[in-house]
């Protein structure tokens, strides 16, 4: 695995393009977190949406791979990322990602985001497991996260939201 040593914190991000999120910061979030009989920390978008977040390790994955070239996505290489929280209890963030055949871009691998987070409604209410993980991989997509995996398998960088890459589809 391609564990880095990446001492980096990540910014929190807003759903408005801002493609700084993963710059680096000296402050720590506090936190009142807590986690629930069911494993989830549960809380409201906005409050999900500003934390801090610092990477844990990014590695290339050969069966992730196939499955989504048995789908049928024009996949060139494929792995998982996972960044944690600065919280206590920290927040879990993990996705899956691929290399986009034809245009070496970094796309979100489809239904592959996962959290210990459960987003919760204006009145509390569980979003339920499929919309936290829409939600988080729309987050994520707001992030230069692309820039983070990189870093961590030591690739070029790369401009992933140039034309080319904001036309390439992922299917």
């Known amino acids: 695995m391609s564990y880095t040593s990446l001492s980096v914190f990540i910014q929190p991000c807003s759903m408005q393009m801002d493609l700084n999120c993963f710059q680096p910061t000296s402050m720590m979030q506090k936190s009142v977190l807590k986690i629930s009989p069911d494993g989830y920390?549960?809380?409201?978008?906005?409050?999900?949406?500003?934390?801090?977040?610092?990477?844990?390790?990014t590695d290339r994955d050969l069966t992730l791979l196939d499955e989504l070239i048995a789908q049928a996505i024009p996949a060139g290489s494929a792995g998982f990322s996972e960044c944690i929280s600065t919280t206590t209890p920290s927040i879990s963030l993990g996705w899956a990602w691929y290399s986009h055949r034809d245009s070496?871009?970094?796309?979100?691998a489809p239904e592959n985001v996962r959290s210990n987070v459960m987003i919760t409604d204006i009145h509390g209410y569980d979003v339920g497991v499929s919309?936290?993980?829409?939600?988080?991989g729309e987050w994520?997509?707001?992030c230069d996260w692309p820039a983070m995996v990189r870093l961590a398998l030591r690739l070029p960088l790369h401009i992933e939201h140039s034309?080319?890459?904001?036309?390439?589809?992922p299917c």
């Not at 801090?52 to 390790?57: A, D, K, P, Q, S």
């Not at 070496?104 to 979100?108: E, G, T």
């Not at 919309?131 to 988080?136: D, G, W, Y």
């Open 140 to 142: 994520l997509t707001c």
């Open 163 to 169: 034309s080319v890459c904001a036309n390439a589809s």
């Open 104 to 108: 070496n871009c970094l796309l979100l």
């Open 131 to 136: 919309a936290t993980s829409n939600l988080i």
């Open 41 to 57: 920390i549960r809380l409201p978008f906005s409050t999900f949406s500003s934390l801090n977040f610092v990477h844990l390790f």
